[in-house]
């Protein structure tokens, strides 16, 4: 009896591993059935959902600056400088987009308005000329009356661009040498090749003229002297204006004459 009981205690301890390791296994599987199946029914969640508390004096509610910038941009107003709308090709030709920025052509020494005001004065020059008219000199209309005048002389069977030139520079440098050896007060050879060259406008007139009338006659003769003493006045008037030499005004003329004569015998005559 005390033999059967001892051989049931061993076959006890021989099965006891093995009912663990059943229950182990059934435990573990059982609670990955149970994780699977909760993730499978809702979302995972990682953190917990209640909002952080923030600091109110470290991020303000209100920004009155941005703000203010918001709606300022939202109404259509400039906020860091008036940004104006696309236009048409002629927008390239001035800087809209910059605030307190004059036109391009300004900045380049092309001002019409100014250009307008000096051909009229040389166009009346029984007018008071102001002492301060060369102030602003600039050789944009200058460039352009030589340029239609030569291209008129073209047109009329005389290209005399070279010698346009040429006669302009010579005459230019030696009215600027004689001008300042005449007057106390000094000018630059900017000046006054301004002036020479705005003056030119009664001759441009007569260079346009030659295309549609033959000049090599009295007509012509006449008219380029009519032309030749409107430019020497309006030229003389204005340097002597600009350099207070008003008693000096015919020795002023004089050299100017015979600028503007020379231009004259080219638009007259063919070269042949």
Request: glycine share 12%; charged share 10%; hydrophobic share 45%.
């Amino acid at each position: 009896m005390a033999w059967k009981e001892l051989h049931s205690l061993v076959s006890n301890l021989h099965s006891f591993p093995r009912l663990m390791w059943q229950d182990t296994s059934y435990n573990s599987s059982s609670s990955q059935n149970g994780f699977y199946t909760q993730s499978q029914g809702a979302p995972l969640q990682f953190y917990s959902p209640v909002a952080p508390v923030v600091d109110a004096g470290f991020y303000p509610g209100s920004r009155p600056s941005l703000d203010e910038a918001q709606g300022n941009i939202a109404a259509g107003g400039a906020f860091g400088g008036n940004i104006q709308p696309q236009g048409g090709w002629w927008t390239a030709f001035g800087t809209g987009g910059l605030e307190g920025e004059p036109p391009l052509l300004e900045e380049l020494g092309i001002n019409f308005p100014h250009i307008r005001m000096k051909s009229r004065t040389v166009l009346n020059p029984l007018s008071r000329v102001d002492e301060r008219i060369m102030d602003d000199a600039d050789l944009a209309g200058p460039i352009l009356f030589i340029f239609c005048f030569a291209t008129s002389l073209l047109f009329s069977g005389k290209p005399n661009f070279g010698y346009i030139y040429g006669v302009g520079l010579f005459g230019s440098i030696s009215i600027y040498i004689l001008l300042n050896l005449m007057s106390e007060k000094r000018i630059d050879a900017y000046r006054v090749a301004s002036v020479l060259g705005y003056c030119l406008l009664p001759l441009v007139g007569v260079g346009a003229l030659s295309i549609m009338v033959t000049l090599d006659g009295m007509f012509g003769y006449i008219l380029s002297l009519l032309s030749i003493i409107w430019c020497t006045y309006s030229a003389s008037g204005i340097f002597v204006a600009v350099l207070r030499m008003s008693d000096q005004r015919l020795l002023v003329a004089y050299p100017i004459g015979l600028l503007y004569g020379c231009f004259a015998l080219l638009s007259v005559f063919t070269g042949r």
